[in-house]
C-alpha cells in the first residue's frame, strides 16, 4: 500500500470520526406532535367518501416524509430531529401533554388539534406551537398567541382566494348556500366578508339542512335553493364544512351555473392533480410512503417539517430562542413557485392558494392583477393593517 493511500485512509477515516463525535455531541432537537385520540375526521367511512378538501389520513404521515427528507441537511450540520406522536383527549389533556413535552427539553410542538385544545396548549408552554389542524381565523387575530405558527391557511385566506377568481371570471352575482353546522358560522360571516371586500353582490343567503323530517325535505333539494325565486346569479357560493350535501351541489343548481367554495372549485393548501413546480414529486413521496396522495391537509403539516428542519439546521446547537428566531424568520420552499415566511403580525404562512375541482387546478391565488405594495401573497388574508393580535409586534 502506497504512502499516499494510507494517507488518504487515515484522513477519511479522521474525517468520519470527527463527523460521528459531533453527531453524538449534538444533542437532537425534540419535536412533539399533538393529535386528537379517536379523531373523527379519521374515520373511516369518511375518508372513504373523499368530499374535496377534506383529509385524507393521519397528518403525521406528511410530517414524518418532511423529518426523513430534511435527514442529509440536518446530518451536514451535526443535527437531528425527534419525533414524538401524544394523543390527547380534550383539552385539559392538551394542556398537560404540552406542558410535559416542554419539561422533557421539546424545542417545538406541532399541533392538529381543535382551536380550543390548541390554545390550551399554546399557553402551556413558551416553545413554538406549529398549528396544522385548525383554519379558524381568531386564532390569528384576537386569540393570537406570540408562540403560535399557522401552516394551514386560514378561513379568511381560502374566502379572498374564492372571491378573487370570481372577480377574474367576472361572476359578479352570488347566490350563498350555508349549512346548520357550528363551524359554519364564522365561515358564513368571513364569505360574506370576502365577497364584500371584493365588490361582488349577495344576491341572497339560503339555509340547507340534511334532515331525515319530511317537513324540512326542501332544504336539502339543490334545485329548490336555487330556483327562479332566488332571481339571477352567476355563481352559487357554499358553505358546508361536513362536505355531504356541497357534494350533491354541481350539476343540480336550478340555473345551469358554477359551484364555488366546498364543492365545485374550492381554494386549497394543496392538490394532488397540480402539475407545477415539482408538485408530482412531492405528492408521488406520501403515495410511496402510505399508499395515499398529498392532500390539502397533509401539505401543511409537510411543510410543518420543513420548516422545523431549516430553524435546526440554521441554529444546529440552539439554544431554544434561537432556534425559535430561526423558525420564525426563515424562508420556505412548498413547490408552490414562490419564496413563503410567516408573517409576523399574525404568524401566519404566507403561501398560494390553488383553485381546484380535485381533478385539476384552474388557477393560483393570488389572481393575477391582485397587487399589494410589499408581498402579493398578503392580498390573501388579513393584511398588516387590519392586525387584531395584540402580542405581536
Known amino acids: 500500500m502506497g504512502r499516499t493511500s494510507l494517507y488518504a485512509q ?20 425534540k419535536v412533539t406532535l399533538l393529535v386528537m385520540a379517536n379523531d373523527p375526521r379519521l374515520e373511516r367511512n369518511r375518508l372513504e367518501r373523499g368530499y374535496l378538501g377534506q383529509r385524507g389520513g393521519p397528518l403525521a404521515d406528511a410530517l414524518k416524509i418532511a423529518l426523513a427528507e430534511g435527514k442529509p441537511e440536518l446530518e451536514s450540520v451535526g443535527a ?131 334532515s331525515a323530517d319530511p317537513r324540512e325535505r326542501d332544504l336539502a333539494n339543490p334545485a329548490l335553493l336555487t330556483g327562479p325565486s332566488v332571481g339571477a346569479y352567476d355563481v352559487v357560493w357554499v358553505v358546508d364544512s361536513d362536505g355531504e350535501f356541497a357534494t350533491s351541489l354541481p350539476y343540480r343548481t336550478g340555473l345551469p351555473r358554477p359551484v364555488v367554495g366546498d364543492a365545485g372549485l374550492a381554494a386549497l393548501a394543496w392538490s394532488p392533480r397540480f402539475e407545477r413546480y415539482g408538485a ?20 401543511p403539516a409537510w411543510m ?29 420552499d412548498g413547490s408552490k413557485g414562490v419564496a413563503m415566511s410567516f408573517r409576523p403580525w399574525d404568524g401566519q404562512l404566507r403561501q398560494p392558494l390553488l383553485l381546484s375541482d380535485g381533478y385539476s387546478t384552474a388557477a393560483l391565488a393570488p389572481i393575477d392583477g391582485m397587487l399589494h405594495p410589499k408581498n402579493n401573497l398578503d392580498t390573501l388574508g388579513a393584511d398588516a393593517p387590519e392586525k387584531l393580535c395584540k402580542v405581536r409586534s
Request: glycine residues 8%.
Open 80 to 210: 437531528r430531529i425527534d419525533l414524538e406522536i401524544t394523543e390527547v383527549a380534550d383539552a385539559a389533556g392538551a394542556r398537560a401533554a404540552a406542558a410535559k413535552a416542554e419539561a422533557a427539553g421539546t424545542a417545538a410542538l406541532v399541533a392538529d388539534l381543535p382551536a380550543p385544545w390548541l390554545l390550551a396548549a399554546a399557553d402551556a408552554v413558551k416553545a413554538p406551537v406549529l398549528n396544522v389542524g385548525a383554519t379558524d381565523d381568531a386564532l390569528r387575530q384576537a386569540d393570537c398567541r406570540r408562540q403560535l405558527w399557522h401552516l394551514l391557511p386560514s378561513e379568511r385566506m381560502r374566502a379572498d382566494a374564492v372571491a378573487q377568481f370570481l372577480v377574474a371570471r367576472r361572476w359578479q352575482q352570488v347566490l350563498l348556500l350555508t349549512g346548520p353546522a357550528d363551524e359554519d358560522r364564522a365561515r358564513i360571516a368571513t364569505a360574506q366578508a370576502s365577497i364584500k371586500r371584493m365588490g361582488l353582490k349577495l344576491v341572497a343567503t339560503r339555509p340547507f339542512k340534511l
Open 280 to 299: 408530482p414529486q412531492v405528492t408521488r413521496r406520501l403515495t410511496k410512503a402510505v399508499g395515499r396522495p398529498m392532500g390539502a391537509h397533509d401539505w
Open 304 to 332: 410543518a417539517g420543513k420548516a422545523l428542519v431549516a430553524a435546526a439546521v440554521a441554529a444546529p446547537k440552539g439554544p431554544g430562542p434561537a432556534f425559535a428566531k430561526a423558525l420564525a424568520e426563515g424562508e420556505l
Open 10 to 29: 487515515v484522513g477519511s477515516l479522521a474525517t468520519g470520526l470527527a463527523l460521528a463525535s459531533g453527531l453524538a455531541a449534538a444533542a437532537p432537537f
